[in-house]
């Protein structure tokens, strides 16, 4: 099943390749936004936008994981739809065609006639990419196809992704916003329990040539099934080394050397906010894109990424969640456990990714309702919990 992942990770850089072609001439690229409307539209954002580099995304993975294993490309759930309406009123569903010059003629019509635009994107979207990583050369491991569900966040940070900074400077290594935060999310999970088994985090731009302005990308991966963990880093010892014994009883040194560092959404709640703040000290990052706040964790970046809404959704958590497994981490409902009671034993509660949100609506069926926190390490995960129950009950008394 290592096939699979290999595939996925063949899709992942095509799709890249898509996204850093759709960015290449400004000009295109004002052509490929239209927004979304109605139970497509998340909340969380007065204006979202749906770009044509999306759908393409998304229907590329889908067509091409079908092309190699067949009846996968059914269990390939996205964000997006894959219906436009272009100028003229007319509706059309955008799908690969069999050849380079049918795929440029649906494109046009998407595009109202722009056959410049679209004969650019068809052959990026047919072109063939051969890319693999030789760690997965010699695994073999069997999961059963038919127990394979796939979420897709075909471009996640659309408004990143439309913005287009390729300025922005980093802090200590995270980006608050800018290109960077773009990513492309490919999960894979157990379609009867619901646990995620694999995912891909591809990162388009990473890096960008002064001279060619050509970006440079990134690809991270890990594959957590039976007992059998692997992934594409391995895991770097944090500069904040694992000396839980500082952490262990929650005490007023651990409050002052603030142990913790967090990745948290600019739109967090003040209350969440002032809690880390006791809990991580000057160890808060804003950035944009969930994917991207969870790449954080995978790489080492900081302990946590927390977010207490529930506006991410089963496509932005499911690949991390499966690499982060793979490292001896996870991704929990962030609701589920402030309000667990620790000395009863209880295990965390683990974001699943099978059933969808009893009596919602759109895109609420799959929202990860309880919020959620990703982490690296159980026992750091714990010394967390404790520290911002106690720093959020303490803000609870004195308001």
Known sequence: MSEVLRELLRVSEKAANIARACRQQEALFQLLIEEKKGGEKNKKFAVDFKTLADVLVQEVI???????????????????????????????TMELCPTEEETAELLSKVLSGNKLASKALAKVVHQ????????????????????LGIWVDPIDSTYQYI?????????????????QCVTILIGVYDIQTGVPLMGVINQPFVSQD???????GQCYWG???????????????????????????????????????????TSEKETIKAALS?????????????GYKSLCVVQGLVDIYIFSEDTTFKWDSCAAHAILRAMGGGMVDMKGCLGRNPEMGLDLPQLLYHVENEGAAGVDRWA????????????????????????????????
């Open 210 to 216: 002064a001279n060619t302005l050509r970006w440079k």
């Open 223 to 265: 594959l957590s099934y039976l007992g059998t963990n692997i992934h594409s880093l391995q895991l770097a010892t944090s500069k904040r080394h694992d000396s839980d014994a500082q952490t262990e009883n929650g005490s007023s040194e651990a409050e002052f050397s603030h142990p913790f560092s967090a990745v948290i959404s």
């Open 62 to 92: 889908k067509q091409n994981m079908e092309s190699k294993f067949p009846g996968l490309g059914k269990k390939i759930f996205g964000e997006e739809s894959n219906e436009f309406t272009n100028d003229l009123g007319e509706k059309i």
């Open 368 to 399: 990860n309702k309880g919020g959620l926190i990703a982490y690296r390490s159980r026992k750091r995960l714990e010394t967390f919990l404790s520290l911002l129950i106690q720093n959020l009950a303490s803000s609870e008394t004195q308001t």
């Open 128 to 147: 063939d990419i051969a890319f693999t990583d030789p760690s997965l050369d010699s695994i073999e491991i069997n999961i059963p196809q038919d127990i």
């Open 163 to 179: 913005k287009g900074s390729a300025d922005i400077k980093p802090n200590q290594g995270i980006f608050p916003s800018g290109l």
């Open 278 to 290: 006791c809990v991580c000290g000057d160890g808060i990052f804003p950035a944009a894109g969930a």
